[in-house]
């Protein structure tokens, strides 16, 4: 029998998987540049703004968990099409919204549709992941940092010369064509009994356990976005060009280890690996939380963005994969504990570091980073030793 096909067909499938995390990636970044010119557009105050952006995250999250309900009915496949598609109108929604409470809701559903896409590709790569009998959460993960920074970096030089809603028109075309070329390429989830294919939320505590495990790694992603630069600013004395390098240093070596991840997973392990990038990440915070130079410290965020870079990629893929259990429901539980480390955790960030300084709080970070290190024996059904594992109610 001719295995070439089959063969071919999935590793079109694991680019497919690639080119939507791209996608996601490229139009949460290109957000970001809209930002001050949606300030600016509305007459809005940073209090208002802060508001809709939590609106935004607020639709991520609460489409999460109806993304595992949709999975477990209709398969990742059906979902990463469905909202890959919708994925791509959603900054031109925003764009095009003429006040501050259609705004409000244009982001509500740009994050609803950006957080329910989220969890599909991820359950789509671990669906591919098992037909190839080896690991790509990493680099797909990797993919999704690429396009962040392509969506950011170009967004700021097109809206500066035609203005923004050209620019959410480009986006949008750019986006569209991606998500048009990867969509038959889906992989497509395995047949299982239709007795199966009801949404629950998983039982087994090992799943909640790795959305706590993924909630304090994603925490310390969360500090280092909204509070690093402050940090270098107000307690280390460095100017505002110089606290720029803090998250720049951290998410460009988080995006660069991400595509040398899976290799590193499929001679190591999951645990191993996990076990290496969890002592690191908090070897690098807590030099930044002690550190009394302002460039020590960016290099120490960039030691801890080469450790964090592959925790959530493989919790994802054990959540994905364990036993009796299916992946849409496991990743919608660890995605949507995990990115409440992002939404939530920041803020009690803040009203810490308000009284007693940043300092500390990075080195509190570290020692939440040493308790996942523990938990690392959690993360071993990412693993394939065994063969691909065959999913209950996908």
């Given at each position: 029998m001719d295995l070439t096909v089959p063969a071919a067909i999935t590793t079109r499938a694991r680019w497919a998987v690639g080119a939507m995390f791209f996608?996601?990636?490229?139009?949460?970044?290109?957000?970001?540049?809209?930002?001050?010119?949606?300030?600016?557009?509305?007459?809005?105050?940073?209090?208002?703004?802060g508001f809709m952006i939590l609106g935004f995250g607020a639709g991520a999250v609460l489409s999460m968990a109806w993304a595992g309900h949709l999975i477990a009915r209709h398969g990742s496949q059906w979902v990463v099409r469905m909202f890959g598609v919708a994925c791509v109108f959603g900054l031109l929604l925003v764009a095009l919204a003429p006040n501050v409470a259609l705004t409000a809701c244009a982001l509500f559903v740009f994050g609803g549709m950006i957080g329910a896409m989220d969890v599909a590709m991820n359950a789509n790569a671990?669906?591919?992941?098992?037909?190839?009998?080896?690991?790509i959460m990493s680099s797909s993960h990797g993919f999704w940092s690429l396009g962040g920074f392509f969506g950011g970096a170009m967004g700021g030089l097109v809206i500066q010369r035609f203005g923004h809603l050209p620019h959410a028109v480009l986006v949008t075309l750019l986006a569209g064509a991606l998500v048009a070329m990867a969509y038959r390429e889906i992989a497509a989830d395995i047949p299982v009994a239709q007795?199966?294919?009801?949404?629950?939320?998983?039982?087994?505590?090992?799943?909640y356990l790795l959305g706590l495990m993924a909630l304090l790694s994603m925490n310390s992603e969360g500090a280092v976005l909204d509070w690093a630069a402050l940090y270098l600013r107000d307690e280390m004395g460095s100017t505002i060009a110089t606290a720029g390098f803090a998250f720049a240093a951290f998410s460009g070596a988080m995006a660069a280890m991400r595509f040398m991840g899976d290799g590193v997973r499929n001679k190591f392990g999951?645990?191993?690996?996990?076990?290496?990038?969890?002592?690191?990440?908090?070897?690098?915070?807590?030099?930044?939380?002690?550190?009394?130079?302002?460039?020590?410290?960016?290099?120490?965020?960039?030691?801890?963005?080469?450790?964090?870079?592959?925790?959530?990629?493989?919790?994802?893929?054990?959540?994905?994969?364990?036993?009796?259990?299916?992946?849409?429901?496991?990743?919608?539980?660890?995605?949507?504990?995990?990115?409440?480390?992002?939404?939530?955790?920041?803020?009690?960030?803040?009203?810490?570091?308000?009284?007693?300084?940043?300092?500390?709080?990075?080195?509190?970070?570290?020692?939440?980073?040493?308790?996942?290190?523990?938990?690392?024996?959690?993360?071993r059904a990412a693993d394939f030793d065994h063969g691909p594992k065959p999913p209950q109610g996908e």
């Open positions: 996608a996601n990636g490229f139009l949460t970044g290109s957000w970001a540049p809209q930002i001050p010119v949606l300030v600016a557009r509305l007459g809005i105050t940073s209090f208002t703004l671990v669906t591919v992941e098992r037909k190839l009998l080896r690991a007795e199966h294919r009801k949404f629950v939320l998983p039982r087994s505590p090992a799943v999951a645990v191993v690996t996990f076990r290496i990038s969890s002592l690191v990440a908090a070897t690098g915070m807590l030099i930044a939380g002690l550190s009394p130079w302002p460039w020590l410290v960016i290099l120490a965020f960039a030691v801890g963005g080469l450790g964090i870079a592959n925790m959530i990629p493989i919790l994802f893929s054990a959540a994905g994969n364990q036993p009796g259990l299916a992946s849409g429901a496991a990743i919608s539980v660890v995605t949507l504990m995990g990115y409440s480390g992002i939404l939530v955790s920041p803020s009690l960030i803040g009203f810490v570091g308000q009284y007693v300084g940043f300092a500390p709080v990075f080195v509190g970070v570290a020692l939440l980073l040493l308790v996942v290190f523990l938990m690392a024996g959690l993360t």
